[in-house]
Nanobody, 116 residues
Framework: QVQLVESGGALVQPGGSLRLSCAASGFSFSSYTMSWYRQAPGKERKLVASISSLGGKTNYADSVKGRFTISRDNAKNTVYLQMNSLKPEDTADYYC?????????WGQGTQVTVSS
């Protein structure tokens, strides 16, 4: 069965760093665009970053550009989100998404809290 399992969420202080991981299984990972979304309490889920199937193209929300880096290791079926210079407004549940044409899968999320 298809699984996307996020990990790496934690409580960190402003200015700190975290690296989120999303481990995929049950589908052809290297054929899928991978994305990270986040959802803050009471707010809509929003795209944070995406990376093309072979890693050649990345996109970022303006709010994280220059601070976050998305990457993938197709040999490990894993996508990462390196988050630096974290701000309180980055606090959210972070979700991994796989998409290929009409098919999409979501992980369960991992919580990131940025607070002093």
């Amino acid at each position: 069965q298809v699984q996307l399992v996020e990990s790496g969420g934690a409580l960190v202080q402003p200015g700190g760093s975290l690296r989120l991981s999303c481990a995929a299984s049950g589908f052809s990972f290297s054929s899928y665009t991978m994305s990270w979304y986040r959802q803050a309490p009471g707010k809509e889920r929003k795209l944070v970053a995406s990376i093309s199937s072979l890693g050649g193209k990345t996109n970022y929300a303006d709010s994280v550009k220059g601070r976050f880096t998305i990457s993938r290791d197709n040999a490990k079926n894993t996508v990462y989100l390196q988050m630096n210079s974290l701000k309180p407004e980055d606090t959210a549940d972070y979700y991994c998404k796989a998409v290929r044409v009409t098919v999409e899968y979501w992980g369960q999320g991992t919580q990131v809290t940025v607070s002093s």
